[in-house]
């Protein structure tokens, strides 16, 4: 069985190494802290583990679960450890411009976004399960070997996940719709939420809030670490995607704002059309 190396070991890195260690793989697991080591080995998410790069000699496929912004610089620091066949992944949710540059440092690179997250981050809210069903997505090029994406795919498979592949900008443009601009969205809810003038008016419409504001702003009150790398990584699909979600809400303003409640209701039946087609899987 694949020897399976993991770089950071928080909320997907952790996961992934719970699934992978039922499975019977042998996974070392590397992370900066000494701490994280020690709770990785006691939780079972890795069957070794250290706190030195070095220690992916010998591994046959690596995933670098690290942030977004160290991705490339992660991947250039473990090449010269890595076996001459070893496959390298990653989990990053912004594609474009890290997959030519790691496909430059390693040629059995394959990209890859397992969607699946909680508002918490850290190995500590790490759990077995987590991938089941919800999308994974591979995103090769013209040159990625199909020896080293087939590797990968058998694994994400294995997790239980929705396989999906596409070009890394693609992938970029449609997370950008559907992962990225929420954020954005359910932080500027809160935020204009906070905005209310009345104190009185404020602590009334916290005490109301049930399920629709609670479904609406839950993403706006996750990780602020993980959305601004987001929007820094993936920023052209982001502003393209702020644009067009605010002349949709310009539309509904001026419909509101003019009395022109058959365009009020159009644009909510046209939604309620609309979404089941959004709800096939389910989104981290």
């Keep these: 069985m694949e020897r399976i ?27 900066r802290r000494a701490a994280t080591v020690e709770a990785a080995l006691a939780m079972g998410a890795v069957t070794e583990a250290s706190t030195d790069l070095a220690a992916v000699a010998g591994a046959d496929v690596v995933f670098i679960c690290t942030p977004i912004d160290v991705t490339v610089a992660t991947a250039a620091a473990i090449a010269p450890h890595l076996d001459a066949e070893a496959v390298l992944t990653d989990v990053a949710s912004v594609k474009g411009k890290i997959v030519p540059a790691i496909a430059a440092l390693w040629p059995n690179f394959v990209g890859g976004h397992p969607m699946a997250g909680k508002a918490e981050a850290g190995l500590a809210v790490a759990e077995a399960g987590l991938f089941q ?67 009185a008016i404020l602590a009334l419409a916290q005490t109301l809030a049930s ?22 990584h993936n920023r052209a699909a982001v502003l ?23 365009a009020v209701h159009n644009t909510l039946r046209q939604s309620q059309t609309a979404r089941p087609a959004y709800l096939k899987t389910t989104q981290g």
């Design 5 to 31: 190396a993991i770089i950071g070991l928080g909320l997907i890195g952790g996961s992934l190494g719970l699934d992978l260690t039922r499975q019977g793989y042998a996974v070392r697991g590397i992370a």
């Design 133 to 199: 069903g919800r999308p994974y997505v591979l995103t090769p090029t013209e040159a990625t070997k199909p020896a080293a994406l087939e590797r990968v795919r058998a694994i994400a498979a294995s997790l239980g996940a929705n396989l999906c592949q596409c070009h890394p900008d693609q992938h970029d443009r449609a997370v950008a719709w559907i992962s990225h601009l929420p954020v954005m969205v359910s932080s500027s809810l809160i935020l204009a939420c906070q905005g209310e003038a009345d104190p």
């Design 211 to 232: 399920s629709g504001f609670q479904d609406t702003s839950r993403v706006g009150g996750g990780v602020p670490e993980l959305g601004m790398l987001m929007a820094r």
């Design 240 to 262: 393209d995607a702020i644009a067009q979600y605010q002349q949709q809400l310009e539309q509904v303003r001026n419909a509101i704002a003019t009395e022109d409640w058959d």
